[in-house]
């Protein structure tokens, strides 16, 4: 098989990588509007060749599309309307309900598989790639329906390969879950550090004062803008419902401290403490 790969970032040269080292496909194009990436993903060796789109759309037998969400809507139509009958096209975007929108009714919507594998790091460019990014995380495939079942088969060989664990949703359903559970995490993450940001304006402080809790927390912090403002860009419904519940909460939390309620901002903290059980994958008592 050969694989051509449009992004040569994080997602796409890490699962270059990976599937390179699990001998999924023989040959791997890389296309990428930076050519300084390509470039890189060459001296790295995770692709075999750098090429223009035309060429890395003739020569694949799957195309996977990995860049940001904005404009992966634009290339997958581009791709549906020069595919061949037997090619296979993926995405690998957190946000699924508007590419999915955008290619119903093309005529060659069964060669398109809307997949996301939950996976990534606060790193961007081809030299942040690193083999088994993918291993042991869950991967959605979208809309299953809509698609071809061989095409399905490929796209799960491909993320069985990659010891990913497969689930299936509907594409709007998708959007709504993955801004709680992770688009909001990056607002968090991006508001708090610029919230220490504007509060101590003595860099030194940061740096000789804070924790491994605010490093953790605000780890996200240093995901790429260019990636991440397209991506909450398009799930601003659901992502506008988590953040109406999420200040909400910050203003009740807030009140308790101001008020001195110490009881009620350990019954909340305390109440928490029940997503250590939730990620552990613990059943409740009942």
């Known amino acids: 098989m050969k694989i051509g790969i449009i992004g040569l970032g994080l997602i796409g040269g890490s699962l270059a990588i990976s599937l390179r080292n699990r001998k999924f496909a023989d040959y791997f194009y890389g296309f990428d509007i ?15 060749e750098f090429v223009d789109l035309d060429t890395l759309i003739e020569k694949s037998d ?6 940001p969400v904005d404009k992966a809507r634009k290339v997958v139509l581009s791709l549906l309307d020069k595919v061949k009958p037997n090619q ?18 093309h005529k060659n919507r069964k060669q398109y598989v809307a997949s996301h594998p939950i996976a990534g790091t606060e790193n961007s460019g081809p030299t942040a790639a690193i083999d088994n990014l993918f291993d042991t995380k869950i991967t959605i495939i979208c809309d299953k329906e809509l698609s071809d079942p061989k095409a399905i088969e490929v796209i799960e060989k491909l993320y069985q390969t990659l010891n990913m664990r497969i689930i299936y949703m509907e594409a709007e359903e998708h959007d709504r879950h993955i801004a709680y559970v992770s688009h909001l995490s990056h607002i968090t993450s991006f508001i708090l550090g610029k919230t220490v940001l504007d509060l101590e304006k003595d860099e030194k402080n940061i740096f000789n004062m804070a924790g491994s809790g605010f490093e953790s927390t605000v780890r ?8 991440w403002a397209p991506i909450l860009e398009q799930n601003k419904k659901h ?26 901002t350990y019954k909340l903290m305390s109440e928490v403490n029940e997503i250590r059980r939730v990620l552990n994958g613990i059943k409740p008592i009942k």
């Not at 996200?220 to 990636?227: C, E, R, V």
């Open 88 to 105: 296979i096209i993926s995405d690998m975007g957190s946000t699924k309900s508007g590419i999915c929108a955008e290619v119903k009714d």
């Open 62 to 67: 799957l195309i996977v599309i990995a860049i």
């Open 220 to 227: 996200l912090a240093k995901s790429s803008p260019a990636m």
């Open 239 to 264: 992502l506008s419902v988590a953040l109406d519940a999420y200040i909400n909460n910050l203003q009740q939390f807030k009140k308790h401290i101001e008020e001195g309620n110490t009881y009620e």
């Open 34 to 48: 930076n050519a300084d990436h390509g470039k890189q993903a060459l001296e790295i060796g995770f692709i075999n």
